[in-house]
């Protein structure tokens, strides 16, 4: 199989263009009649057919101005109508199939419930359409359907009328006044509980909030509809942004792809990110609701208002949003465990992703499959450049580059470009270098190094920055990183440099090698790099495990003081995985003791540095890896920390106990603190009973879940009895008992494949649900270390199978999940040789979806050609 990519450079601007659109379904699971009356017009003059993007319709009627078109010809990816006047009234009818559509991607029909997904281009399977991001139209959306089993039918705007029909049908006639893209479209139909609030704007306009969840979960919305609340407000008063609709809706529905969908005035979510309760739902769980939710609020001016003017612009719209939410919920929580919660993504995934045959830069330059580009470069390093451009024009600058942009660009289909240009506009900084973030992939690294001449008395700190080849990208050249840095001295007293930098604590690193100085300041300086994780890159250092411990107590970043002990445990577990764990000497363990009882009242920061970095961490900074050896090394230093500071771990279990369970601050870093200690006593042999008292005493999800974390490190008997408890309690609660598949999952134990087997035939599980799909097979090769990297090759064979059919249904999950085995330049060279093989099994498979195929050949390709 071959297929073309596209490519960004080749963008040409519509011949044609769609400025109405009226739309009439009749629903009915296997033959839904989609009509579509559009108004159509030329762009420029030229004497162009009209091209239509179509996939997997049935044409039943063609009209231009109401005469049956005879000059057209169809193909299995659209419709070419030759001879159109320049100004026209296109009418569609075709019929689709939503029972049958396992793919969740165009109308399909699951649990009763009709459901759209379009984005990036799924409108296409719905109706004939110019399917592009620029086409901007207004819609009107009428839905017949049967009144019984579908109360409720939803499109994007307001309704305007509705009425019933004698066969037992009704309909109801819906109008959004705001010309948009395809991609955010939306129908929703079926029989669901309802939420109601409204909310006042700033100026004044009263909005109807609605929510719209399964039956009998009405009180499981209520955190969703208070967060979305809090989001609107949060937007008004940072971004001056305010709602435009009379109408918000909200759908949760149970089969969807991702999180969550932006569709104008009427978002569809996955359940899992908005039922929350105290029972059913985690602290981490409340967390994401409240951020989804935000997110695709925050959309609807970053990306609906103003949105893409085709799809490699799409970081324009999400790393924009991602930062706007990750601002929101820093806001709405707290600043440290936020930022930590990112750069976890960020050193776990994205790293990863730069690393592997599917780095691109945040701007990808080509694409076979659109839905691949939906990844953690995309989207959270994206962020990153824009939280950049934040530190670059600090608060008041970024907004007035925002009020800039709005004032642009409201209502268009615009580039990255665009953006960087309204911010430049607020800036005296030439952003010119600083937008190369956009164009090169890969991650920068920078490494640290000092010299101290005595004759002087002068420190010289020298950064260089490496960017290395990448397998998108060979040409690298030196980018624009702003870097937060501050000095101590061996007192812990800071220091500044000879030179002036870009601001205080911000130096810009924008050439291979920058160098700072320091005189008559003695030779023990230390410099703390890359506080609060100021730019997306890798910083290696010459510090000593004395000086990151230095660095825990006299930094004044919070984030650098959490980074040093990651630092420290990295260094730890390295000369675990070098056979010479007695380098973790005594001075080590005894520093590591005294900063954990120095920080006893700072709960969240030792919450925080109470984690050891995960293995896929570990691995960003590691190559020809013996996975086992290294997974070994890093459960042996974790298991020697909880030893060394038992006493400590106990008395901080002890301190964190919560009183009632309540979803605030407070309490979630307690809890949060509490159940990672308990995570670490696990691994002790005494600790069985306070396991079983914490799984039997708790109020909250989050400890149970703690518990069940626990049990799982500590002995099988226990794991399988607590998680038996479980399952008798929430074994009609799919979205909870997915937390149940996942533990056992993850569960390092030598008959996993068999557990997996026997997990697939469980009632609950579905393969046409992906969020089932997601915890089963999606836990097991993302985080199995054991069990998906088994030496026989027994767990990417799994994959392997799983992924052969699961294709057949859902690529885009299918392609989600086959990431790890895409990721195997960081193992040694048997182990890529047996994950190649699996690979290879599945470019053999002639009917392979787009989706796999660009990621498996690429990830074939890679290393072979250069
Ligand atoms: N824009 C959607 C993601 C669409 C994914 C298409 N495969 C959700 C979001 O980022 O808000
Ligand atoms: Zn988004």
Not at 563 to 588: F, S
Request: charge should be negative.
């Amino acid at each position: 199989m071959t297929l073309v990519a596209k490519r960004r450079d080749d963008y040409r601007a519509p011949d044609f263009t769609i400025t109405d659109v009226a739309l009439d379904f009749v629903l009915a699971p296997d033959s839904t009649r989609v009509t579509s009356e559009l108004k159509v017009s030329r762009q420029g003059s030229h004497s162009k057919s009209l091209y239509l993007d179509g996939e997997q319709l049935t044409l039943l009627e063609l009209s231009v101005d109401g005469s049956a078109a005879q000059d057209y010809q169809q193909t299995e990816s659209g419709l070419t109508i030759n001879n159109v006047p320049d100004t026209f009234t296109l009418r569609i009818v075709t019929e689709v199939n939503p029972a049958d559509n396992k793919a969740l991607e165009g109308l399909y029909l699951s649990n009763g419930v009709y459901c759209t997904q379009c984005e990036a281009e799924g409108f296409r399977r719905i109706t004939y359409y110019l399917d592009r991001p620029d086409v901007l139209a207004k819609f009107t959306v009428k839905i017949t359907g049967d009144k019984a089993s579908l109360p409720t039918m939803l499109a994007n705007g307001n309704p305007l009328e509705s009425g019933a029909n004698d066969d037992g049908t009704h309909w109801i006639l819906w109008q959004d006044p705001f010309p948009k893209p395809a991609y955010l479209f939306a129908l929703v139909a079926g029989d669901f509980d309802q939420l109601t609030d409204t909310f006042t704007t700033q100026s004044g306009k009263s909005v109807a909030l609605e929510l719209y969840v399964d039956k009998g979960k009405r009180s499981r919305g209520e955190f969703a509809l208070e967060a979305l609340k809090r989001a609107m407000r949060w937007d008004e008063e940072t971004f001056g942004l305010e709602y435009d609709l009379d109408i918000y809706m909200i759908v949760a529905v149970d089969f969807f792809n991702m999180g969550a969908m932006e569709n104008k005035g009427l978002n569809v979510f996955n359940s899992k990110f908005v039922l929350a309760d105290q029972d059913s739902a985690t602290d981490e769980d409340f967390f994401n609701v409240e951020s989804v939710i935000a997110h695709e609020y925050f959309h609807n001016w970053t990306g609906n208002r103003v949105t893409c003017r085709d799809w490699f612009q799409l970081s324009l719209k999400e790393g924009l949003t991602v930062f706007r939410d990750q601002q929101f919920s820093s806001d709405m929580t707290s600043p440290l465990s936020n930022r930590i919660k990112q750069v976890r993504v960020m050193r776990e995934h994205q790293f990863a992703e730069d690393a592997s045959a599917m780095s691109h830069p945040i701007r990808p330059d080509e694409v076979i499959e659109m839905n691949n580009f939906y990844t953690v470069t995309v989207y959270d390093k994206g962020a990153e450049v824009i939280r950049m451009m934040h530190t670059l024009l600090g608060v008041d600058g970024f907004r007035a580059g925002m009020d800039e942009y709005f004032r642009r660009h409201d209502g268009q289909a615009v580039t990255c470009d665009d953006f960087v240009s309204a911010m430049q506009s607020a800036t005296d900084i030439d952003l010119g270098h600083f937008a190369r973030w956009y164009s090169q992939s890969g991650t920068p690294q920078l490494a640290l190094a000092r010299a101290y001449n005595e004759q002087t008395d002068t420190v010289t700190v020298t950064i260089t920055q490496r960017n290395a080849p990448t397998a998108d990208q060979t040409e690298k050249a030196a980018l624009f990183i702003p870097l937060q840095i501050e000095f101590i001295d061996a007192t812990g007293q800071h220091v500044t440099p000879d030179q002036a930098m870009y601001a205080d604590n911000l130096l810009i690193v924008d050439k291979d090698t920058t160098t700072l100085t320091f005189t008559g300041k003695g030779s023990a300086i230390t410099p703390v790099a890359l506080g609060n994780f100021s730019a997306p890159v890798k910083l290696t250092s010459d510090l000593t495990p004395a000086e990151w411990l230095h660095t825990f107590r006299f930094a004044n970043d919070a984030f650098s003081r959490w980074d040093a002990i990651q630092q420290l445990y990295n260094w730890c577990i390295e000369q675990y995985y070098q056979q010479q764990p007695h380098a973790v000497d005594e001075n080590i363990w005894q520093g590591l003791y005294q900063a954990v009882e120095a920080s006893l009242q700072e709960t969240e920061i030792l919450g925080e540095c109470l984690v050891v970095p995960s293995f896929e961490t570990l691995c960003q900074s590691r190559s020809n890896i013996d996975v086992h050896a290294l997974n070994t090394a890093r459960k042996a230093f974790s298991e020697a920390l909880a030893e060394q500071l038992a006493d400590l771990l106990l008395t901080i279990y002890q301190a964190n106990q919560t009183d009632a369970y309540d979803y605030q601050p407070e309490q979630v870093r307690a809890r949060r603190c509490k159940n990672v200690v308990l995570g670490l006593l696990a691994q002790l042999p005494e600790c069985k009973d306070r396991i079983i008292a914490q799984f039997e005493a708790s109020d909250n999800m989050t400890d149970t879940l703690g518990a069940l974390k626990a049990a799982q490190h500590h002995d099988l008997v226990l794991f399988s009895n607590l998680m038996n408890s479980f399952e008798q309690r929430w074994h009609d609660d799919p979205l909870v008992l997915d937390k149940w598949f996942s533990l056992h999952a993850t569960c390092e134990r030598g008959d996993i494949l068999a557990q997996l087997t026997l997990l697939r035939q469980h009632p609950q599980f579905s393969q046409q649900n992906p969020n089932r799909v997601r915890a089963v097979v999606g836990s097991f090769a993302f985080y199995n270390t054991t069990g998906f990297h088994a030496d026989d090759g027994s767990g990417y064979r799994f994959l392997t199978d799983y992924l052969l059919e699961l294709d057949k249904q859902n690529p885009q999950v299918a392609s989600r999940l086959v990431t790890p085995l895409t990721q195997w330049q960081h193992y040694s060279s048997t182990r890529q040789d047996l994950m190649k093989r699996q690979l290879a099994r599945l470019l053999e498979d002639s009917g392979l979806s787009k989706d796999l195929y660009e990621k498996v050949s690429k990830a074939l390709a890679y290393g072979n050609d250069c």
